[in-house]
T-cell receptor, first 113, second 111 residues
Framework: GEDVEQSLFLSVREGDSSVINCTYT??????LYWYKQEPGAGLQLLTY?????DMKQDQRLTVLLNKKDKHLSLRIADTQTGDSAIYFC?????????????FGSGTKLNVKP | DADVTQTPRNRITKTGKRIMLECSQT?????MYWYRQDPGLGLRLIYY???????NKGEISDGYSVSRQAQAKFSLSLESAIPNQTALYFC??????????FGDGTRLSIL
């Protein structure tokens, strides 16, 4: 299968920016996603970017895609304690008649007050 | 996501028991999925279904079976549970070429 890699932990102070990074291997990815998982909850879709874009901004969230390096990042501006969660990167790749999702192992973001 | 409901939310059972996890959705999506989540491993796909009567194996289907009883319902069964199937299980749904939407998960512990 495809590989989607993320660092396991990130710790920031409240008010700082957080940058969560992700690398992937499939150059035929169509969409790339960021999901957020809070304790005891499922995965909540945060944002996604089409593979022919290099940036997408949505309020405090900025997604950057470097398709040449197969690198995706999620920047959270003015990080709040409520942003503490696990963040999953996922790529959607065409496979026969099915677009399969490949998930990274998740980055646990800890926001200190 | 309240549109994708998983039951039960938590289950503790013994080795060898048969267990069924249920998923129902009100999103009207035709595609449904079952994943398991283990610490440090992300999500791994167990089974997926594009429609009623369509069932496909994912990357880790051994020891599991599924049933798509209706467009809105997709259940996952462990025929004879074993301890290494202890995990957090997620159901997801999607429309064609759209992101997947997840339920809140079922935490399953097998003793």
């Amino acid at each position: 299968g495809e590989d989607v890699e993320q660092s396991l932990f990130l710790s920031v102070r409240e008010g700082d920016s957080s940058v969560i990074n992700c690398t992937y291997t499939d150059s035929s990815s169509t969409y790339l996603y960021w999901y957020k998982q809070e304790p005891g909850a499922g995965l909540q879709l945060l944002t996604y970017i089409f593979s022919n874009m290099d940036m997408k901004q949505d309020q405090r969230l900025t997604v950057l895609l470097n398709k040449k390096d197969k690198h995706l990042s999620l920047r959270i501006a003015d990080t709040q304690t409520g942003d503490s969660a696990i963040y999953f990167c996922a790529e959607e790749s065409p496979m026969d008649n099915f677009n399969k999702f490949y998930f990274g192992s998740g980055t646990k973001l800890n926001v200190k007050p | 996501d309240a549109d994708v409901t998983q039951t039960p939310r938590n289950r503790i059972t013994k080795t060898g028991k048969r267990i069924m996890l249920e998923c129902s959705q009100t999103k009207g999506h035709d595609r449904m999925y079952w994943y398991r989540q283990d610490p440090g491993l992300g999500l791994r796909l167990i089974y997926y279904s594009f429609d009623v009567k369509d069932i496909n194996k994912g990357e880790i289907s051994d020891g599991y079976s599924v049933s798509r009883q209706a467009q809105a319902k997709f259940s996952l069964s462990l025929e004879s549970a074993i301890p290494n199937q202890t995990a957090l299980y997620f159901c997801a749904t999607s429309a064609h070429d759209q992101p997947q939407h997840f339920g809140d998960g079922t935490r399953l512990s097998i003793l």
